[in-house]
T-cell receptor, first 113, second 112 residues
């Protein structure tokens, strides 16, 4: 039982490049989330999903897109990376059935130059 | 507008003493609160939670207190241990949404 995994762990992009971050969970959770963590800002919600095929915007969705084609996977896309997107990205999941605990992945450190 | 605030960026406590971490919120619709602990280069891990129908929840060395009228919650760690040194985040949710708003975190250092 791996819990929540994220791919890749590190990435360096040049401004304007695109990439996709992959999150996978093996706990059969309905809810999945993407956060970014910046110094002094805590964790801010980018997008989330309440089930397969659904997505919704969080606090800071601009510049990102997401897809949840399979229940176990939640993809975060950057179409045209900007230096302001340099951050550590965390994926999380929760059951959505009364247990409010979120389970987090180990994070992806992204640098945009 | 920061809906969840942790006004102390850092806290140092002697081993064996009590650590008290504070969190304030502004949205009266929040009805579920959680604390997470985060070590460097790892994802946050769940520590303890409390529903708005309670004012206290205890789990071993960790106790969370909720004061709804003051929109304030606190995490007490007794006794503090060096392994508790980490960044602690509080998070709040309106249970109907399953969305979580996190505070900015407090870095706790427990001195041996």
């Amino acid at each position: 039982n791996a819990g929540v995994t994220q791919t890749p762990k590190f990435r360096v992009l040049k401004t304007g490049q695109s990439m996709t971050l992959l999150c996978a969970q093996d706990m059969n959770h309905e809810y999945m989330y993407w956060y970014r963590q910046d110094p002094g800002m805590g964790l801010r919600l980018i997008h989330y999903s309440v089930g397969e095929g659904t997505t919704a915007k969080g606090e800071v969705p601009d510049g990102y897109n997401v897809s949840r084609l399979k229940k176990q996977n939640f993809l975060l896309g950057l179409e045209s990376a900007a230096p302001s997107q340099t951050s550590v990205y965390f994926c999380a999941s929760s059951s959505g059935t009364g247990d409010y605990e979120q389970y987090f992945g180990p994070g992806t450190r992204l640098t945009v130059t | 507008d920061q809906q969840v605030k942790q006004n102390s960026p850092s806290l140092s406590v002697q081993e064996g003493r009590i650590s008290i971490l504070n969190c304030d919120y502004t949205n009266s619709m929040f009805d579920y609160f959680l604390w997470y602990k985060k070590y460097p280069a790892e994802g946050p891990t769940f520590l303890i939670s409390i529903s708005s129908i309670k004012d206290k929840n205890e789990d071993g060395r960790f106790t969370v207190f909720l004061n709804k009228s003051a929109k304030h919650l606190s995490l007490h760690i007794v006794p503090s241990q060096p392994g508790d040194s980490a960044v602690y985040f509080c998070a709040a949710s309106n249970s109907g949404t399953y969305k979580y708003i996190f505070g900015t975190g407090t870095r706790l250092k427990v001195l041996a």
